[in-house]
């Protein structure tokens, strides 16, 4: 399972080499020991979705630089997955701190969606306002920047999904 992430910009602000160019989906990034760091998966001009090993990874498109073969980065492949791992580390140490009985969640638009009433190892039972409950698999939860747990739906769509499953 591929595991995606954005890595936050000041973690890595060092590793731009040069100005950043364009870059193109297929491309192979080389770090700054000449070897190959990934592939190019997706781009636009905010961020490259950089494909490394097994993980996606998100960078800031001012980070790249251009070398002889290409587009290039500051830093070593190595170098990039233990960032990277280190923030998903990270990440996962919130929201398991997060998803604890009696948190309020707010689904990513961002709206009150309600608070949880049980926690498993696969999923998670929200109480809504209504007092009506809403299972969501545990895959689908995220704690923002500002400390928030967020299920990673929007409200129209959860409602359209409730509204499918009940009719």
Same mark, same amino acid.
């Given at each position: 399972?591929?595991?995606?992430?954005? &890595?936050?910009?000041?973690?890595?602000? *060092?590793?731009? *080499? /040069?100005? @950043?160019? @364009?870059?193109?989906?297929? =491309?192979?990034?080389?770090?700054?020991?000449? /070897? *190959?760091?990934?592939?190019?998966?997706?781009?636009? #001009?905010?961020?490259? %979705?950089?494909?490394? =090993?097994?993980?996606?990874?998100?960078? +800031? *498109? /001012? %980070?790249?630089?251009?070398?002889? &073969?290409? +587009?290039?980065?500051?830093?070593?492949?190595?170098?990039?997955?233990?960032?990277? #791992?280190?923030?998903?580390?990270?990440?996962?140490?919130?929201?398991? #701190?997060?998803?604890?009985?009696?948190?309020?969640?707010?689904?990513?638009?961002?709206? +009150?969606?309600?608070?949880?009433?049980?926690?498993?190892?696969?999923?998670?039972?929200?109480?809504?306002? =209504?007092?009506?409950?809403?299972? %969501?698999?545990?895959?689908?939860?995220?704690?923002?920047?500002?400390? /928030?747990?967020? @299920?990673?739906?929007?409200?129209?769509?959860?409602?359209?999904?409730?509204?499918?499953?009940?009719?």
């Amino acid at each position: 399972m591929k595991r995606i992430a954005f &890595t936050a910009a000041a973690a890595i602000a *060092a590793l731009a *080499a /040069n100005p @950043a160019l @364009a870059q193109d989906v297929g =491309d192979t990034v080389m770090g700054n020991d000449g /070897n *190959a760091i990934g592939t190019v998966a997706q781009t636009n #001009e905010q961020a490259v %979705l950089l494909t490394v =090993d097994e993980y996606q990874i998100a960078l +800031p *498109a /001012n %980070l790249f630089g251009e070398g002889e &073969t290409g +587009p290039t980065l500051n830093v070593t492949k190595a170098q990039l997955v233990q960032m990277h #791992e280190e923030q998903l580390a990270a990440a996962e140490a919130a929201l398991a #701190e997060a998803l604890v009985e009696g948190a309020a969640v707010v689904t990513a638009d961002p709206q +009150p969606l309600g608070t949880i009433d049980t926690v498993d190892e696969a999923n998670v039972v929200i109480v809504r306002e =209504d007092e009506s409950k809403v299972t %969501l698999p545990r895959e689908m939860f995220a704690v923002d920047g500002e400390g /928030n747990l967020v @299920a990673r739906i929007m409200m129209t769509d959860l409602e359209a999904a409730l509204e499918a499953q009940s009719g």
